[in-house]
């Protein structure tokens, strides 16, 4: 399966991606970890500890749904089960990206539980925000050590919203996705523009 011209082109996008949010600082070290859907069992996932600026074919895997590898000699990291429930949530879905950006980590700290993002333009990106004003309420979970407990409130989350397109990790950054790698890639731009707004609106309410 990793021969597969949807394999060859979906690790191509995801390399991409890479190259790129590690160029804005947001992949620190070998943090991260992207997944894009093969087709309606299979996904193709980074390896374990990875840097993302150097990705190629051979630093993906190719898991299915239940979470055993069809492709590659290395384990998944454990964080690829999130990704899963994601995928089996969503038929549409087609591509996770995880960051680690400096804003999204302090955010994801200083906010357990939700952070309310209201009155950015940005939000039109997001699906299910035509208002602005009204904006969205962003989940900001606990980084539980058993990812099966934190995959099942990630689940309930997106059963409660429908239109729910990213969550955070308590100091591990943010998660958003798409039926696309690109679609992905634009919500981490303007999640990541509104952190950007938030870390800064706090620091000048000080």
Same mark, same amino acid.
């Given at each position: 399966?990793?021969?597969?011209?949807?394999?060859?082109?979906?690790?191509?996008?995801? %390399?991409?991606?890479?190259?790129?949010?590690?160029?804005?600082?947001?992949?620190?070290?070998?943090?991260?970890?992207?997944?894009?859907?093969?087709?309606?069992?299979? /996904? %193709?996932?980074? %390896?374990?500890?990875?840097?993302?600026?150097?990705?190629?074919?051979?630093?993906?895997?190719?898991?299915?749904?239940?979470?055993?590898?069809?492709? +590659?000699?290395?384990?998944?990291?454990?964080?690829?089960?999130?990704? /899963? /429930?994601?995928?089996?949530?969503?038929?549409?879905?087609?591509?996770?990206?995880?960051?680690?950006?400096?804003?999204?980590?302090?955010?994801? &700290?200083?906010?357990? +539980?939700?952070?309310?993002?209201?009155?950015?333009?940005?939000?039109?990106?997001?699906?299910?925000?035509?208002?602005?004003?009204?904006?969205?309420?962003?989940?900001?979970?606990?980084?539980?050590?058993?990812?099966?407990?934190?995959?099942?409130?990630?689940?309930? %989350?997106?059963?409660?919203?429908?239109?729910?397109?990213?969550?955070? /990790?308590?100091?591990? +950054?943010?998660?958003?996705? +798409?039926?696309?790698?690109?679609?992905?890639?634009? &919500?981490?731009?303007?999640?990541?523009?509104?952190?950007?707004?938030?870390?800064?609106?706090?620091?000048?309410?000080?």
């Amino acid at each position: 399966m990793d021969q597969s011209p949807e394999f060859q082109a979906q690790v191509r996008l995801l %390399a991409e991606a890479g190259r790129d949010l590690s160029a804005r600082g947001w992949l620190p070290a070998r943090t991260g970890h992207f997944s894009a859907r093969l087709d309606d069992r299979h /996904i %193709a996932v980074t %390896a374990p500890n990875r840097e993302k600026s150097f990705l190629d074919r051979h630093d993906f895997l190719v898991v299915d749904l239940d979470g055993h590898v069809v492709a +590659g000699t290395e384990e998944p990291a454990p964080e690829t089960f999130l990704h /899963i /429930i994601m995928y089996r949530h969503d038929p549409q879905l087609g591509a996770v990206l995880h960051t680690h950006s400096v804003h999204a980590t302090v955010l994801s &700290r200083q906010f357990p +539980g939700t952070l309310a993002l209201r009155d950015y333009e940005v939000l039109r990106e997001l699906p299910g925000v035509e208002n602005p004003s009204r904006g969205l309420n962003l989940p900001v979970f606990a980084n539980e050590p058993d990812v099966q407990q934190l995959a099942a409130r990630v689940d309930a %989350a997106m059963s409660r919203e429908p239109n729910l397109a990213g969550f955070m /990790i308590g100091g591990h +950054g943010l998660y958003t996705w +798409g039926a696309s790698v690109e679609l992905a890639l634009h &919500r981490v731009e303007a999640f990541e523009f509104m952190f950007q707004c938030e870390t800064l609106a706090h620091q000048m309410s000080r």
